[in-house]
Nanobody, 122 residues
Framework: QSHLAESGGGLVQSGGSLRLSCAVS????????IGWFRQAPGKDRVGVSC????????YYGDSVKERFTISRDVAKSTVYLELNNLQAEDTAVYYC???????????????WGQGTQVTVSS
């Protein structure tokens, strides 16, 4: 059974950093791409970044690309999202999800984690 579990969220001051982890089980990172999404209060869920089965990465938005970094450890079957210079507008629940190929369309993702809350205080 496939399972994704996020961790690493928390409360941080503006300008601070966090590293989110997505532990993947029941599927392999060389067969599924892993994306990160976020959902702010009262807003739709939006794509943040994605890492392909090849290890190539993609970021959805210039602001994210400048401050966030996605990476993975295949041996640990874990995908990371490093968040730097966090701002109040980054406050959201962050989700990781698995899909065959990266896309910003959340309905294309087959498996989802439960989410981890990131709160940035100004």
């Amino acid at each position: 059974q496939s399972h994704l579990a996020e961790s690493g969220g928390g409360l941080v001051q503006s300008g601070g950093s966090l590293r989110l982890s997505c532990a993947v089980s029941g599927l392999t990172l060389d067969s599924y791409s892993i994306g990160w999404f976020r959902q702010a209060p009262g807003k739709d869920r939006v794509g943040v970044s994605c890492i392909f089965t090849s290890g190539s990465t993609y970021y959805y938005g210039d602001s994210v690309k400048e401050r966030f970094t996605i990476s993975r450890d295949v041996a640990k079957s874990t995908v990371y999202l490093e968040l730097n210079n966090l701002q109040a507008e980054d406050t959201a629940v962050y989700y990781c999800a698995a899909t065959k190929t990266c896309t910003n369309w959340d309905l294309a993702y087959d498996y989802w984690g439960q989410g981890t809350q990131v709160t940035v205080s100004s």
